[in-house]
């Protein structure tokens, strides 16, 4: 069962036993300074391991004061203007510890970074890019199903991916004929002019030929003329094709989430990746 979005204060978190974490999504300023006691209060009655916060850079030293731990920054996430911290408190020394192999699978995927060139666009010339509509819900649920055991949203969910459709993410896919072979999504934060490049997945039979690359381009170009100005993405740090894709598509790494979320089954490291748009 996935987690639940629900209010805290005027706040926005997401919680539960599938990421064993408090997510603090969307800050309300008026609930400092108590904030954090209250998501401490909430993952102790939970008995969850972490508590995971997206914080405002204002909001910086209330955080700092009561202990959390800045994994990752981005520059300018809101308007162009103030950073976005990403800050972590661990209740349980154990997800502290990132995992002896997922930290050969991250020094591997930053060599990697530095040798591999882009892929070639020819590679995907056969493939139709284009945005998804309500209309290719049922097909992109049943490809999240096929690549995905288990995921942090619903995105198996037809209803779930039409709602937010209608509110502030765009689907985009990747077609051989009529055939959904692979997908992403562009999750905006309207009011911060920020997207996040997420949800990406490709059929097993057409991994290795640069479709999330081709996606990538054609959601930067969209999100740009929409006015978004910074661009990031949370890999998995396991994941040397996500990674690589980000580095060689010139965004910058800014920090990595440890143990931090539940993917197919375990919790993985994230690494946070990040570009202006406006310099394209």
Known sequence: MPDRIEKLGHSVVQHGKANDRVYLMKLARCDLPHIQDDLKSLAEKHHYSKIFCKVPAWARKSFEKKGFEKEAEIPAYYQGRTDLIFYSQFLDENRKSPDPEQEKRMEKVFGLVKKKEPVSSTETDSFHMRP??????????????????????????????TDTMKSHVDYFGAFDSERLIAASSAEQERTAYSVEMTDFATLPDFRGRGLATSLLRVMEDVMKEKGMMTAYTIARAMSLGMNITFARSGYAYSGTLVNNTQISGNIESMNVWYKSLRSM
């Open 132 to 161: 998804l509509s309500e209309d290719n819900a049922k097909d992109l649920a049943e490809l999240y199903r096929q690549v995905f055991d288990s995921y942090p949203f619903p995105i198996f969910d037809p209803d779930y991916l």
